[in-house]
C-alpha cells in the first residue's frame, strides 16, 4: 500500500520561506512521477509542481513559477517543495501525490494521480 505523509507546513509572514516534505512508502519511489497541489477554501484543488521519475525534469504552475523549487531525493524516498518568497495568496493545504502507474509525462491535474497524503497546512500572514 502506497503511503505519502506531508510535513513542513505552518504560519509564515509574506516574503517568507517554508520546505515541504512528502515521505513516500509501499513501493519504489523511484521510477514514479510526484506532484504537489494545493487547495484553498472554496476553491478546486490545483497543481502546484511536479518532477518526472526517470529525468527529475520539474513543471510548476504559472503562478509559483521562479519561487517554488520540487525536488526529490530517492535515496530517503521524498520529494520536497521548497517555497521562497510566500504571498498570502499561497495560503492552502497542500498535498503530494503519485500516479499508480509509471508515467511518460508528469500530469497536472488531480485526475492524473491516485495516491495522496493528508495534506499540511500553509497559512501566510500579510
Known amino acids: 500500500q502506497v503511503q505519502l505523509v506531508e510535513s513542513g507546513g505552518g504560519l509564515v509572514q509574506a516574503g517568507g520561506s517554508l520546505r515541504l516534505s512528502c515521505a513516500a512508502s509501499g513501493r519504489t519511489f523511484s521510477t514514479y512521477n510526484m506532484g504537489w497541489f494545493r487547495q484553498a477554501p472554496a476553491k478546486e484543488r490545483e497543481f502546484v509542481a511536479g518532477i518526472k521519475w526517470s529525468d527529475s525534469s520539474t513543471y510548476y504552475a504559472r503562478s509559483v513559477k521562479g519561487r517554488f523549487t520540487i525536488s526529490r531525493d530517492n535515496a530517503k524516498n521524498t520529494v520536497y517543495l521548497q517555497m521562497n518568497s510566500l504571498k498570502p495568496e499561497d495560503t492552502a493545504v497542500y498535498y503530494c501525490?503519485?500516479?499508480?502507474?509509471?508515467?511518460?509525462?508528469?500530469?497536472?491535474?488531480?485526475?492524473?494521480?491516485?495516491?495522496w497524503g493528508q495534506g499540511t497546512q500553509v497559512t501566510v500572514s500579510s
Open positions: 501525490a503519485t500516479p499508480a502507474y509509471q508515467r511518460l509525462r508528469v500530469g497536472v491535474t488531480p485526475q492524473d494521480y491516485d495516491y
